[in-house]
């Protein structure tokens, strides 16, 4: 089975840019969780989603970060404008946490895309 | 006070010895607790998940739980130098309201297994 897709897994980008981030959860999860990991601050929560709907997104940084889940199979992070301080790896996670059957809050993470603003 | 603590390490054993993480949370309504290992450049592969008190075993991993004393562990016997990574607990926070999906992690423990 394939897991969490993102794309693309490199971007270099220049300040002031537009950037957008890509995820394909795994099928049949209904939750979605994009996370931002540095050296500084670890690995950050920025919003999830349950079904499609943003649930918390207290931990996004500021307006210039933007998120949605158009369906069950598609979420973007979208960046704008970029910044240098936003350079960082990206990490979208799905899990089956409403299903039935499903264990607490399993995440599953995909490959993540590293994110470089000059 | 953070939620989730972890020594950063690093955590240098020796190969076939056992090595012991430890985490500790601050939130005593969580419910569920997770490591994750990562390796450099990679993302977290989530290894163990555990949900009572007591000992969970898988493999040569055994996840510890104490609500309690708000303290969950991992052990790794027979260490490897495959098992060079990074570490990282997570807790849910609990059910109810945003939290219920939502996973806290610690900063990560690096390990290294020497031959």
């Known amino acids: 089975d394939a897991g969490v897709i993102q794309s693309p897994r490199h971007e270099v980008t220049e300040m002031g840019q537009e950037v957008t981030l890509r995820c394909k959860p795994i099928s049949g999860h209904d939750y979605l969780f994009w996370y931002r990991q540095t050296m500084m601050r670890g690995l950050e929560l920025l919003i999830y989603f349950n079904n499609n709907v943003p649930i918390d997104d207290s931990g996004m940084p500021e307006d210039r970060f933007s998120a949605k889940m158009p369906n069950a199979s598609f979420s973007t992070l979208k960046i704008q404008p970029s910044e240098p301080r936003d350079s960082a790896v990206y990490f979208c996670a799905s899990s089956a946490l409403g299903s039935s059957g499903s264990r607490y809050n399993e995440q599953f993470f995909g490959p993540g895309t590293r994110l470089t603003v000059l | 006070q953070k939620e989730v603590e972890q020594n950063s390490g690093p955590l240098s054993v020796p190969e076939g010895a056992i090595a012991s993480l430890n985490c500790t949370y601050s939130?005593?309504?969580?419910?569920?607790f997770f490591w994750y290992r990562q390796y450099s450049g990679k993302s977290p592969e989530l290894i163990m998940s555990i949900y009572s008190n007591g000992d969970k075993e898988d493999g040569r991993f055994t996840a510890q739980l104490n609500k309690a004393s708000q303290y969950v562990s991992l052990l790794i016997r027979d260490s490897q130098p495959s098992d060079s990574a990074t570490y990282l607990c997570a807790v849910n926070p609990g059910a109810g309201g945003t939290s219920y999906g939502k996973l806290t992690f610690g900063q990560g423990t690096i390990l290294t297994v020497h031959p």
């Open positions: 939130d005593r309504g969580s419910q569920s």
